[in-house]
Each structure stands twice: as structure tokens, then as C-alpha cells.
């Protein structure tokens, strides 16, 4: 079975910081994995994923994201933070073929002017 | 094109009372899902569809009964509502389990007194 851990349910960053999101995930198989973005009052939307191949993948809004199996992690990053980024951010893990995805608890990311 | 539509958006319920949550889907996907969201505890899922005519239990689903009579159309049903299943819903919908991308829609704010 998969799983997914999000370390910090609330992170606030200042504008033009550095924005980590982190994400660990535990599967016996390759994983597929995600990060879903939700702003208020809204559903949720793929920011980007992970499949197979290149270990970095790049997503909407300038952010991005690396798949680093050595250490089950999906880090989320975005180099500059800008006001419009305050949401509370999803990472999610299924596996080829499953019909589900697990997500994590979610984080909630806050900026400061 | 307007992807996952739910209706409705907000519901006050008194203890005992029923009621249905429609969603409705027009990107002819075949995978639909019924989310609850509580604060900390990220996405949970209630139940499940892989076409139309089929439903599976998900996670949490206890108190809850669904039905896909048409492949577009996804119904949650409370028959006895009680204050636990004051939360956000989301319905959400996928063209396939290969990459399990799943499309949000704008969630149902529902409460039961």
C-alpha cells in the first residue's frame, strides 16, 4: 500500500523567497507521484507529476518538483515566492495501474509582503 | 467546456435528513470519485466508480451510498446525515488508472446540525 507524508501542515515564507514544500511517500512499487494545488474555496488542480523518466519535472507557476527514490521524497520548490502562491498544497502517490490516489495531509503555505 | 460540475455548492442540514450531491463530468472520463476534505486530514476517499453501472467503497465509506446510472453522472447520497459529515466534498474524475491524472470540481460546503 502507498502512503504519503507532508512535513509541516503550515509554512510561511516572505515574497521572493525560497518556497520548500516537503513530501515523503512510501510504496513497494515504482510510484507515480503529484502535487495539487487548492486555492480558497476552490478544488484542487495538478501542478505537475511525476511518472517515469526525468527526475525533475517542472510545473505551472514556476514551480517544480524531484523524485528522489534513494530518499522516497517529491520535495516541492519555487525559487522566488509571490503573493498569488498562497493556497494549501497537495502531494499525492498512486502506482501504475491503481484506480486511487493517496494524498497527504496537505500544507498550507502562507506569504508574507 | 466546463470539466466537473457539483451541485450544490453549500447545504445546511438538520441530524437525520437526507440528501444527494451530483456530480457531472463532460470530458466522457470513465474513473469518477467522491472526496471528503477535514481540516488536517487532507483528502479522504468515500467511494469510487471505474464506469458507468460500477461503484467500490473507498477509505472512509460508512454512512454514504453512491450510483453512476450514466457514465457523466456521479451521486453521493447521505440517507441519515449526522454532525460527522460536516465537511467538503469533492467530486473528482480521471480518463484512465495509466496516469490516474484526476480533474477536480469546486466542492460542496455541506453542514448538518
Known amino acids: 500500500a502507498q502512503s504519503v507524508t507532508q512535513l509541516g501542515s503550515h509554512v510561511s515564507v516572505s515574497e521572493g523567497a525560497l518556497v520548500l514544500l516537503r513530501c515523503n511517500y512510501s510504496?513497494?512499487?515504482?510510484?507515480?507521484l503529484f502535487w495539487y494545488v487548492q486555492y480558497p474555496n476552490q478544488g484542487l488542480q495538478l501542478l505537475l507529476k511525476?511518472?517515469?523518466?526525468?527526475?525533475l519535472v517542472k510545473g505551472i507557476n514556476g514551480f517544480e518538483a524531484e523524485f528522489k527514490k534513494s530518499e522516497t521524497s517529491f520535495h516541492l520548490t519555487k525559487p522566488s515566492a509571490h503573493m498569488s502562491d498562497a493556497a494549501e498544497y497537495f502531494c499525492a502517490v498512486s502506482v501504475q495501474g491503481a484506480q486511487k490516489l493517496v494524498f497527504g495531509q496537505g500544507t498550507r503555505l502562507t506569504i508574507n509582503p | 467546456n466546463a470539466g466537473v460540475t457539483q451541485t450544490p455548492k453549500f447545504r445546511v442540514l438538520k441530524t437525520g435528513q437526507s440528501m444527494t450531491l451530483l456530480c457531472a463530468q463532460d470530458?466522457?472520463?470513465?474513473?469518477m470519485y467522491w472526496y471528503r476534505q477535514d481540516p488536517g486530514m487532507g483528502l479522504r476517499l468515500i467511494h469510487y466508480s471505474v464506469g458507468e453501472g460500477t461503484t467500490a467503497k473507498g477509505e472512509v465509506p460508512d454512512g454514504y451510498n453512491v450510483s453512476r446510472l450514466k457514465k457523466q453522472n456521479f451521486l453521493l447520497g447521505l440517507e441519515s446525515a449526522a454532525p460527522s459529515q460536516t465537511s467538503v466534498y469533492f467530486c473528482?474524475?480521471?480518463?484512465?488508472?495509466?496516469?490516474?491524472?484526476?480533474?477536480f470540481g469546486a466542492g460542496t460546503r455541506l453542514s448538518v446540525l
Open positions: 510504496s513497494s512499487v515504482p510510484p507515480y
Open positions: 473528482a474524475s480521471s480518463m484512465d488508472r495509466a496516469l490516474n491524472i484526476q480533474y
Open positions: 470530458m466522457n472520463h470513465e474513473y
Open positions: 511525476y511518472t517515469t523518466g526525468a527526475t
